[in-house]
């Protein structure tokens, strides 16, 4: 009889040591799933960001090209590089410098435009002066030429001092 005690006391020993690791088991595996998703949650919501901004910068420059290709096709005067800048930036506006008979457009820094237009004409209903006759269509920051951008705008900005 006192064999028998032992055999079922260990029996119940042995599936309850089974149940515990099982059950232990079952804990690891639910702790394991939850680092798991809160490190890819951060992961995929950090990779979703930068992907956003690549996709948004990528759409930008791909918008200031076409402003610049449509510029060359279509333009005549500042008015028309105007309305061509507000179809695709309407938030963004162009500056025109008179005296160095430019446009400038900056959607950012890595997106800017140049346009060079043959003259200054002035509307003789209203007075106000407008360029005109396109010359070229400056997209060296767009190639990633920043040094020449910048030493064209110090140029003007000397002219524009003296």
Not at 79 to 97: I, V
Not at 140 to 150: E, P, Q
Request: charged share 25%; aromatic share 6%.
């Amino acid at each position: 009889m006192n064999l028998k005690n032992i055999s079922i006391a260990l029996t119940v020993l042995v599936f309850g040591v089974i149940a515990m690791l099982f059950m232990q088991k079952g804990n690891y595996v639910n702790q394991a799933k939850e680092h798991y998703e809160v490190t890819t949650a951060k992961s995929f919501k950090g990779n979703s960001m930068v992907l956003e901004l690549v996709n948004n910068a990528i759409d930008m420059n791909k918008q200031t090209w076409a402003i610049a290709c449509g510029a060359l096709q279509t333009v005549k005067n500042s008015q028309d590089m105007a309305r061509l800048e507000a179809k695709f930036f309407p938030a963004t506006k162009g500056s025109n410098s008179l005296a160095n008979k430019t446009r400038r457009f900056e959607a950012n820094s890595a997106n800017v435009i140049v346009s060079t237009f043959g003259k200054v004409e002035e509307d003789k209903k209203t007075g106000v002066k407008s360029l005109a006759d396109l010359q070229s269509v400056d997209v060296s920051v767009l190639l990633g030429n920043f040094a020449a951008a910048t030493a064209d705008s110090d140029e003007a900005e000397e002219e524009g001092e003296e």
